[in-house]
């Protein structure tokens, strides 16, 4: 018997990153209507980070209050922001939302020193421990988690630092992620997100694609958009930029 009464457990979940770029209410609210109908059963009730780091004018958004009523009365739900310019610190930290940091943040968050450091020491530490990261990333061999039954409607099984690989098929219904690449020796109906951590080079191979979604480093692409003459055929999907590209795995 556990004499507790809570545990703290980390856990992974999907979240849609609501990134704007203009604030316009009435023509943001036409676009995401639009995009939710293309995929309802992804968006409704999906928790949303909303991300402001290239919003063009943030005085335009200084009533935060009206953008979080639009997200929930398209049945979105937000659970925080990121990128949030100086300007709307405080508009922010009245929502009671959580603020997190960017991964470009977060990799260039320094130590406080006791004394002043000039810019050109900062450069060069900063510099000096982005190489070191790239080069200790690529040297360290990438782990596989491989799953051998059928991933079930409703189930999500992650791959922590790892590559996915399922012997079977993914369920309508069903979540696949990993850090690294994911493997689907079977069909993928269900939602594949690859490098969930950022990793721009990983790739989703599949033998059978009749996904909901597929999705590399963020960039996501929905069933609607796949090319239609690739359905149920095996593909592999990458990201070149910023667009997710689908293409057969192989060429005749």
């Given at each position: 018997m556990i004499d507790v009464n809570f545990q703290l457990k980390g856990s992974a979940i999907t979240v849609v990153v609501l990134a704007i770029i203009r604030y316009e209410p009435k023509s943001l609210v036409d676009e995401l209507k639009e995009k939710i109908t293309q995929a309802p059963q992804f968006f409704v009730n999906s928790p949303v980070l909303i991300n402001l780091d290239r919003l063009e004018n943030p005085e335009s958004l200084k009533k935060i209050a009206d953008l979080l009523t639009i997200c929930r009365e398209l049945d979105l739900q937000p659970l925080g922001f990121s990128g949030v310019p100086g300007v709307l610190l405080a508009a922010v930290n009245k929502t009671g939302l959580a603020i997190l940091p960017t991964p470009s943040e977060r990799a260039l968050k320094l130590p406080k020193q006791e004394t002043a450091t000039s810019v050109e020491?900062?450069?060069?530490?900063?510099?000096?421990?982005?190489?070191?990261?790239?080069?200790?990333?690529?040297?360290?061999?990438?782990?596989?988690?491989?799953?051998?039954?059928?991933?079930?409607?409703?189930?999500?099984?992650?791959?922590?630092?790892?590559?996915?690989?399922?012997?079977?098929?993914?369920?309508?219904?069903?979540?696949?992620?990993?850090?690294?690449?994911?493997?689907?020796?079977?069909?993928?109906?269900?939602?594949?997100?690859?490098?969930?951590?950022?990793?721009?080079?990983?790739?989703?191979?599949?033998?059978?694609?009749?996904?909901?979604?597929?999705?590399?480093?963020?960039?996501?692409?929905?069933?609607?958009?796949?090319?239609?003459?690739?359905?149920?055929?095996?593909?592999?999907?990458?990201?070149?930029?910023?667009?997710?590209?689908?293409?057969?795995?192989?060429?005749?």
């Open positions: 020491t900062v450069i060069e530490r900063v510099v000096e421990t982005v190489v070191e990261t790239v080069i200790e990333e690529r040297l360290v061999q990438r782990q596989s988690k491989v799953i051998t039954r059928p991933v079930r409607s409703g189930q999500q099984i992650y791959a922590e630092g790892a590559d996915l690989i399922v012997l079977a098929q993914v369920s309508e219904g069903a979540e696949v992620l990993a850090d690294g690449h994911i493997h689907v020796y079977g069909t993928l109906r269900g939602r594949a997100l690859a490098g969930v951590k950022g990793d721009e080079s990983a790739r989703i191979f599949c033998q059978q694609m009749e996904a909901e979604l597929v999705s590399v480093a963020g960039n996501f692409v929905l069933q609607d958009s796949l090319p239609p003459e690739l359905l149920k055929k095996p593909v592999q999907v990458s990201l070149k930029g910023e667009k997710v590209v689908v293409e057969a795995l192989v060429s005749n």
